[in-house]
């Protein structure tokens, strides 16, 4: 099986609701597996290259039409039909903004890892937003909504709740990736995936109030559970790093 599939249906299965503490009982022979691809992008079949996106890639996502990719501090929107083994900042097909651009991002110095979502019609793509370093800055992670088009508009810009001094762990000042289910609730964690008790590791889990997306009442509260204990098959912790 391909290994994004298998990521993929894995991540899904673990944020199914349904989801039971012994799924391994049912899928005792469970396996992931991982493509090495080399050193992609390739030119010409064989050397490989670099272009001015290959830098610091912190996430990509994609809709029907685009592909939508973060560096540290841009996030670019490219055309399924544009390849990627070229510069993309020059080309005429291909929009991005600078994390600079966006007035309420002051202070702040890393894109994480995006995920597309679409609601009511309108499309958008979620970028979680924090200071950068592995060192905790007492800044909460954000979460920013962007128009899902050719003008990457800020449409929210809000920041992950329960936000308490550094020191505690119910605060996230980091948020190196988001997720979002069919539903619609939002996935994220800190760099090292601590829980709110303080032991390790999970995801956060947030509810959005959507009908109000573009407008000042957009807001992001702790879900119900408010966090996704991660274990493998033997019930030990999975680390995010």
Not at 31 to 38: C, G, H, M, V
Not at 47 to 69: C, F, K, M, P, R
Not at 209 to 238: C, H, M, Q, T, Y
Request: some cysteine; overall charge negative.
């Amino acid at each position: 099986m391909n290994a994004m599939k298998t990521i993929t249906l894995l991540i899904t299965f673990l944020l199914s609701p349904s989801a039971s503490a012994d799924w391994w009982e049912t899928f005792p022979t469970a396996e992931a597996y991982l493509d090495f691809l080399y050193d992609r992008p390739f030119h010409d079949g064989d050397a490989s290259i670099e272009t001015d996106w290959t830098d610091n890639v912190n996430g990509i996502t994609h809709d029907s039409d685009d592909w939508y990719l973060t560096q540290k501090r841009t996030i670019f929107r490219i055309p399924l039909s544009v390849p990627l083994d070229q510069s993309l900042r020059t080309h005429g097909q291909v929009q991005y903004r600078q994390l600079d651009s966006y007035p309420s991002l002051t202070g702040y110095g890393h894109f994480g890892d995006v995920t597309y979502y679409e609601y009511g019609g309108t499309r958008v793509v979620l970028v979680p937003v924090d200071k950068g370093g592995d060192v905790d800055s007492g800044l909460p992670a954000l979460l920013m909504v962007v128009r899902a088009d050719s003008t990457l508009e800020e449409l929210n810009t809000v920041p992950f709740p329960g936000q308490a001094p550094a020191s505690t762990p119910n605060h996230q000042g980091q948020a190196g990736f988001v997720m979002v289910d069919p539903e619609g609730r939002i996935y994220s964690a800190t760099n090292s995936g601590e829980c709110l008790d303080g032991t390790f590791s999970c995801l956060r889990i947030y509810e959005a109030n959507w009908d109000r997306l573009g407008s000042d009442d957009f807001e992001l509260v702790p879900a119900s559970p408010p966090e996704l204990r991660l274990r493998d098959r033997k019930g030990d912790p999975i680390l995010i790093q």
